[in-house]
C-alpha cells in the first residue's frame, strides 16, 4: 500500500511516499518554524500530489506547534481522499534511523529538545526495543540516564556542554526513514504526543 509519510515535529520539515517497502519519493527541509507555510506545497510536488490510501504522520514528541500542523493535515488529507490516518513517534523513527546508520550501535538514547530548559529523552535497544517510557528531563538527569548509551538528536546540544566525552550526534527526524519502522511503531493514533504536562492550567472552580 502506498503510504505519505508527513514529519513536522522538529525544525526539519519532511514527506516521503512509501511502497513495497521502498521509498518511491522524498523530500526533506530544515524550515524552523515555517511548517504551516511549506508543508502543502511539499506534498503537492510529491508524485500524484502525494495522494495516497494510507498517511503516516509525526505525533511528536516535539514542537507544539509542529507537532499539531502536522497531524492536522494528515486528517485533513485522509478526510478529503478517504484515507487511513495513523501515527509514530519522533523519537522511535530517530532510533530505527541511529541503528540503520551505526550498526555496530546495540543500545541508544533519543534526546529532543522540550521546553523550559528539558528534553524529551527515551532508550532503545537494537533493534527497536523501548526501554521505558518517554520523560521529559533536565539536561543534568538525561545525562545521568544516558548509561553510557549514544545519544541522537537536536537535543544533545544541551548536553554536550555537561559532558564533552559523550558520544552525541545531532540530527533530526526524516519522513523517508519511516521506511524503518516495524508496523507496531506506525500504527499509533493520529493525535499528539506532548511528552509533557501543557503549560496552561484550568481556573479553579469556586466551591
Given at each position: 500500500?502506498?503510504?505519505?509519510?508527513?514529519?513536522?515535529?522538529?525544525?526539519?520539515?519532511?514527506?516521503?511516499?512509501?511502497?513495497?517497502?521502498?521509498?518511491?519519493?522524498?523530500?526533506?527541509?530544515?524550515?524552523?518554524?515555517?511548517?504551516?507555510?511549506?508543508?502543502?506545497?511539499?506534498?503537492?510536488?510529491?508524485?500524484?500530489?502525494?495522494?495516497?490510501?494510507?498517511?503516516?504522520?509525526?505525533?511528536?514528541?516535539?514542537?507544539?506547534?509542529?507537532?499539531?500542523?502536522?497531524?492536522?493535515?494528515?486528517?485533513?488529507?485522509?478526510?478529503?481522499?478517504?484515507?487511513?490516518?495513523?501515527?509514530?513517534?519522533?523519537?522511535?523513527?530517530?532510533?530505527?534511523?541511529?541503528?540503520?546508520?551505526?550498526?555496530?550501535?546495540?543500545?541508544?538514547?533519543?534526546?529532543l529538545e522540550?521546553?523550559?530548559?528539558?528534553?524529551?529523552?527515551?532508550?532503545?535497544?537494537?533493534?527497536?526495543?523501548?526501554?521505558?517510557?518517554?520523560?521529559?528531563?533536565?539536561?543534568?538527569?538525561?545525562?545521568?540516564?544516558?548509561?553510557?548509551?549514544p545519544?541522537?538528536?537536536?537535543?544533545?546540544?544541551?548536553?554536550?556542554?555537561?559532558?564533552?566525552?559523550a558520544?552525541?550526534?545531532?540530527?533530526?527526524?526524516?519522513?523517508?526513514?519511516?521506511?524503518?519502522?516495524?508496523?507496531?511503531?506506525?500504527?499509533?493514533?493520529?493525535?499528539?504526543?506532548?511528552?509533557?504536562?501543557?503549560?496552561?492550567?484550568?481556573?479553579?472552580?469556586?466551591?
Open positions: 500500500m502506498r503510504t505519505l509519510v508527513i514529519e513536522t515535529a522538529t525544525a526539519a520539515c519532511s514527506v516521503a511516499l512509501l511502497e513495497g517497502g521502498a521509498v518511491v519519493a522524498a523530500a526533506h527541509e530544515v524550515v524552523g518554524r515555517g511548517h504551516a507555510e511549506r508543508l502543502v506545497p511539499m506534498i503537492a510536488e510529491l508524485s500524484g500530489g502525494g495522494r495516497a490510501p494510507r498517511i503516516l504522520v509525526d505525533c511528536g514528541p516535539g514542537s507544539f506547534t509542529g507537532v499539531r500542523v502536522g497531524i492536522a493535515a494528515a486528517r485533513g488529507l485522509a478526510l478529503g481522499w478517504g484515507s487511513e490516518a495513523c501515527g509514530f513517534s519522533s523519537l522511535a523513527l530517530l532510533a530505527a534511523s541511529g541503528f540503520a546508520a551505526n550498526p555496530g550501535w546495540t543500545s541508544l538514547a533519543v534526546v522540550g521546553g523550559h530548559g528539558e528534553v524529551f529523552m527515551q532508550a532503545f535497544d537494537a533493534p527497536l526495543t523501548p526501554l521505558g517510557a518517554l520523560a521529559s528531563l533536565k539536561p543534568e538527569a538525561a545525562l545521568a540516564l544516558l548509561a553510557g548509551r545519544a541522537i538528536g537536536n537535543g544533545i546540544r544541551f548536553l554536550r556542554p555537561l559532558d564533552a566525552e558520544m552525541l550526534v545531532e540530527a533530526l527526524p526524516c519522513a523517508a526513514d519511516a521506511v524503518l519502522l516495524p508496523s507496531a511503531l506506525a500504527a499509533l493514533p493520529s493525535r499528539p504526543i506532548y511528552g509533557r504536562a501543557p503549560d496552561a492550567r484550568p481556573l479553579a472552580v469556586p466551591a
